[in-house]
């Protein structure tokens, strides 16, 4: 079946220099595409760094819960959320691709990335 959520990785900056990583957010946006109401079961998210799962960004995920990320109205988005992961995420200089997955039983998957460099000091 179609995945009736779409999500939209969000990455700031995409370029830092490492002593910056404090700063750094990601987060995420969830559309629902139906005509109905709908849980968009966004506990399922996982963020992917260089093809790796992100611990970090599962337990900023599964804290507390904004509202309306339970039942999400037909066409509505959720509130853009984000957190400062930049220390947890990118330990070094370097490329690094975040891939943001939904994967849902019946529901085909989504995912979403982008690239954030990292440089020396």
């Known amino acids: 079946m179609p995945n009736p959520v779409d999500i939209r990785l969000l990455v700031e900056p995409t370029r830092l220099r490492l002593d910056e990583r404090d700063r750094f957010r990601v987060g995420l946006v969830a559309v629902n595409l139906t005509d109905a109401a709908i849980d968009p079961q966004l506990y399922a998210a996982r963020l992917f760094v260089n093809g790796e799962p992100s611990p970090a960004f ?64």
């Open 58 to 121: 599962d337990l900023a995920l599964n804290g507390v819960m904004p509202a309306g990320w339970d039942v999400l109205a037909a066409g509505q988005a959720t509130k853009p959320v984000e957190w400062r992961l930049g220390e947890a995420l990118f330990p070094e200089p370097g490329e690094y691709h975040l891939a943001l997955r939904l994967e849902v039983a019946g529901w085909d998957p989504v995912e979403v990335s982008e690239t954030v460099s990292v440089v020396a000091d």
